[in-house]
């Protein structure tokens, strides 16, 4: 099993920045990526970015691309989502999630199996 907790969420005005952080803790070493989705409501959930460990690749949703940057820091066992000059559009609670799979499409929520709990960003204009 593996156990992640998002932190970093909050209100914020259009054009601004938050990070986004997910500490994951548990059998991490069987993870093969880890990735942020959001969804806002009434829409469904849409891929953010993720990041491969077998690659250190990073891949991005088109509308957020640009302005957010997918890191970790491996002493931590935290991943974060850095995310800059905001969008009222970018309003979401944002999940972190984990995969197992050798070789998950990374873009579908489904090849995910572990999930954060949540967290709220709020971007105003």
């Known amino acids: 099993q593996v156990h992640l907790v998002e932190s970093g969420g909050g209100l914020v005005q259009a054009g601004g920045s938050l990070r986004l952080s997910c500490t994951a803790s548990g059998r991490t070493d069987s993870t093969t990526t880890m990735g942020w989705f959001r969804q806002a409501p009434g829409k469904e959930r849409e891929f953010v970015a993720a990041f491969t460990w077998r690659s250190s690749s990073t891949d991005y949703g088109d509308s957020v691309k640009g302005r957010f940057t997918i890191s970790r820091d491996n002493a931590k066992n935290t991943l974060y989502l850095q995310m800059n000059n905001l969008k009222p559009q970018d309003t979401a609670v944002y999940y972190c999630?984990?995969?197992?799979?050798?070789?998950?499409?990374?873009?579908?929520?489904?090849?995910?199996?572990?999930w954060g709990q949540g967290i709220q960003v709020t971007v105003s204009s």
């Open positions: 999630a984990a995969s197992s799979l050798l070789y998950p499409t990374i873009t579908n929520a489904r090849a995910y199996s572990y």
